[in-house]
């Protein structure tokens, strides 16, 4: 890796999450965008509106592949390109950040692992979660042994968001598409890998597909887990809400967490410590992944903190599996598609909800 005064960037992909890695670039001082690209034409009139005077806009991206002045590429496609532009950033020599998953199947993650493993490129996995500060307080608490030996996990996240037929079709089912950051953050505290599992899962408002899943069982380890993923969560009420935790037990205390998009509390009830913290929630803390990418680059050595491609493509196999596993059970269904309709239709016209794509101008 060479020394770089600042970071060259450019982004393949400028939807949601490109306008965020947009923003948090635009904001530090260690990185530059040099180029976006996007095969939708709206998008890029966008990102015309957004990026700064000379950023190049295309349509092709070899002409970020090939460019001589970027050092590192931002993948914010849909999946279904990830593994294609992965290759291809071996093949450039460019550096990646790329967003979750690595692969649109299992068999493209495991080429995807076989192509960056001799190569000598830095790859980072946006998994916003192992950033977050909260986690990080809460596994130093645990670390501090002030709750015993730890447990059991419990992992939470259910939310108003994306309803099914939104987009992120090539992500999968929602508990792989979101869910795995759930599993991966379930198997960074247990530090073990999960060894068995039951699933049982819903069909909400008759979608093919499960849109709310709870999995528990164990690791490894001897530590036992649950975790419960959905955005079944009360689209259509009058006031949106949500409810996201985790929750630690030990043999002696606990260490908890939970947010409110704004602010995240955790309080931690150690054996001879009690502590309660507020802080801003952080929401993607890309801000923080930026950072130490570049930092990465600049001393020469990588952040052991940044996330790997291998962590996320296990998240991603274990999501599948747990999904799996709910297809095998009783996956009983409730609502109907109209209810789905109206659903989808307040997120896209009257722009209520969490985690908004784009707006579209024709629903499908
Ligand atoms: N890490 C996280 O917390 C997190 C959160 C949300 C989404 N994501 C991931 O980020 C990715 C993007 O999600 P999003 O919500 O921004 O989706 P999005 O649909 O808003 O944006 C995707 C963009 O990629 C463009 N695109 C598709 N194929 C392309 C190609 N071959 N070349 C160039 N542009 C292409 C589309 O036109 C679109 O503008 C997904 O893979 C999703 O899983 C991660």
């Given at each position: 890796m060479k020394n770089h005064p600042i970071i060259k960037a450019g982004i393949i992909g400028f939807g949601r999450m490109g306008e965020m890695y947009l923003k948090e670039i635009s904001k530090s001082p260690l990185w530059k965008i040099c180029a976006i690209c996007d095969i939708d034409h709206e998008a890029l009139e966008i990102a015309g509106r957004l990026a700064p005077k000379g950023t190049l806009l295309t349509q092709n991206e070899n002409d970020i592949f090939e460019?001589?002045?970027?050092d590192v590429i931002i993948l914010s496609t849909l999946a279904d390109a990830r593994k294609d532009h992965l290759f291809k950033a071996v093949e450039s020599k460019k550096h990646v950040i790329t967003e979750k998953?690595?692969?649109?199947s299992l068999e493209e993650q495991v080429a995807v692992l076989g192509k960056l493993e001799n190569s000598d490129i830095l790859v980072a996995v946006d998994l916003p979660l192992r950033n977050a500060w909260y986690h990080k307080t809460i596994k130093e608490f645990i670390d501090s042994e002030?709750?015993?030996?730890?447990a059991i996990v419990r992992v939470c996240h259910m939310t108003p968001g994306l309803a099914p037929?939104?987009?992120?079709?090539?992500?999968?089912?929602l508990f792989h598409d979101c869910g795995m950051h759930y599993v991966d953050i379930a198997r960074w505290y247990a530090e073990s890998e999960f060894k068995t599992w039951n699933a049982q899962a819903i069909r909400m408002w008759n979608y093919?597909?499960?849109w709310w899943l709870q999995v528990h069982g164990t690791f490894e380890n001897g530590i036992v887990f649950d975790i419960t993923q959905g955005?079944?969560?009360?689209?259509?009420?009058k006031d949106l809400t949500h409810n996201g935790y985790v929750d630690l037990i030990g043999t002696k205390g606990i260490a908890r967490m939970n947010h409110n998009y704004v602010t995240a509390t955790v309080e931690l009830h150690g054996t001879s410590k009690t502590h309660v913290i507020k802080k801003p929630?952080?929401?993607?803390n890309l801000d923080i992944l930026l950072h130490k990418f570049a930092q990465s680059l600049m001393q020469g050595h990588?952040?052991?903190?940044?996330?790997r491609v291998e962590d996320a493509a296990l998240a991603s196999e274990y999501a599948w599996k747990f999904l799996n596993n709910a297809a095998l059970n009783e996956m009983p269904v409730r609502g109907n598609l109209q209810t789905l309709e109206e659903i989808r239709k307040r997120r896209n016209n009257?722009?209520?909800?969490?985690?908004?794509l784009r707006k579209k101008k024709h629903m499908e």
């Open positions: 460019s001589e002045e970027i998953p690595i692969g649109a002030q709750i015993g030996e730890l037929g939104e987009g992120h079709w090539a992500e999968g089912p093919e597909e499960p955005h079944v969560y009360g689209q259509l009420a929630f952080g929401d993607k990588r952040d052991p903190f940044l996330p009257k722009r209520i909800g969490y985690g908004l």
